[in-house]
């Protein structure tokens, strides 16, 4: 059974950097075609699709908010990280993560909650 | 910058069937944007329903389907059940990056 659950702080300031870790079981990160990926939705709002990494560490962003995020594994603790600086208030939202391989993204992280506020 | 386009809303009586729309600014979807769709019912995590424009999970139901229609990708659900009520997102592949559209309140009425 693969589960995904996320973590990281709940309550981050402007200008300040987050990282939020996503801790996986039931796959391997290093099996071939095999990717994690992270998502997010405001509240309200619609889904927002952020990163993905790769088993073979191939890495994609969202090209409106690349510059912002770096998205990292690692393998032996299985677990995948993503790293956003500068947050804003507009970054407020429910930070999910999905296990991605060929029948898409087919499992997902009950989601963790950020606020962004001073 | 990509934009995705859902229909805002969709009214549907029960046991009729309702066909949901997926278009991308940048032209035709083919099956090459891998397209999937999700359920999201308020206060939940979403649902992988479809992916790849019409392959669905084990525990998708049979009502639901997904193709290619007139350029767009589509989510046809036949036969609704008052459950059905829900958001719907597509979710569109560019060369590796995905992109959401902004998501179809499905209203069962």
């Known amino acids: 059974q693969i589960t995904l659950k996320e973590s990281g702080p709940t309550l981050v300031k402007p200008t300040q950097t987050l990282t939020l870790t996503c801790t996986f079981s039931g796959f391997s990160l290093s099996s071939s075609g095999v990717g994690v990926g992270w998502i997010r939705q405001p509240p309200g709002k619609a889904l927002e699709w952020l990163a993905l990494i790769y088993w073979d560490d191939d890495k994609r962003y969202s090209p409106s908010l690349k510059s912002r995020f770096t998205i990292t594994k690692d393998t032996s603790k299985n677990q995948v990280v993503l790293t956003m600086t500068n947050m804003d208030p507009v970054d407020t939202a429910t930070y999910y993560c999905v296990h991605r391989a060929e029948a898409g993204m087919d499992v997902w992280g009950q989601g963790t909650t950020v606020t962004v506020s001073s | 910058q990509t934009v995705v386009t859902q229909e805002p809303s969709l009214t549907v009586s029960p046991g009729g069937t309702v066909t949901l729309t997926c278009s991308s600014s940048?032209?035709?979807?083919?099956?090459?944007?891998?397209p999937n769709w999700f359920q999201q019912k308020p206060g939940q995590e979403p649902r992988p329903l479809i992916y790849d424009t019409s392959d669905k999970y084990s525990w998708t139901p049979s009502r639901f389907s997904g193709s290619l229609l007139g350029g767009k990708a589509a989510l046809i659900l036949s036969g609704v059940q008052p459950e059905d009520e829900a958001e719907y997102y597509c979710l569109l592949s560019y060369g590796g990056s995905w992109v959401f559209g902004g998501g179809t309140k499905l209203t069962v009425l």
């Open positions: 940048t032209g035709p979807i083919t099956s090459g944007y891998y």
